[in-house]
């Protein structure tokens, strides 16, 4: 079954998608960018320009972290962050339902098509 990606293009120089998103609900879920940079397989320092990327289009955290230190660091979704996470799967949602009849027929054209290609003219 084909499946949609949505990635959304934000004012003025901005855009969040699936990855982005998915780091903030890694940051949630294991109170780490490293964890979650970790679990990504992405640098730390690549997790965190993408952290600071979000912080500077949306003009305010979304992640709230301490420096480690004795006790360690963490983080964790500010307020924002968690708005944005579930807003994102919100309109993922809505346009996947929006989108399914259109999917469905899409597939049915693959099924159809018996692995036969188009000839051209």
């Excluded at 992640?63 to 968690?82: D, F, S, W």
């Excluded at 469905?104 to 000839?119: D, H, K, P, Y």
């Amino acid at each position: 079954m084909p499946s949609l990606s949505l990635r959304i293009n934000l004012d003025p120089d901005g855009r969040v998608g699936p990855g982005k998103i998915e780091l903030l609900e890694q940051i949630a879920a294991f109170g780490s960018i490293s964890a979650a940079a970790r679990g990504m397989e992405m640098s730390y320092k690549h997790a965190w320009d993408l952290v600071e990327d979000m912080n500077r289009v949306f003009g305010k955290p979304l992640v709230a972290a301490q420096t480690g230190g004795r006790k360690g660091g963490g983080a964790q979704l500010t307020a924002v962050g968690l708005a944005v996470v579930s807003r994102f799967r919100a309109i993922e949602r809505a346009a996947a339902a929006a989108a399914a009849t259109h999917m469905e027929a899409l597939q049915a054209e693959i099924e159809a098509g018996g692995g036969s290609r188009a000839v051209g003219p």
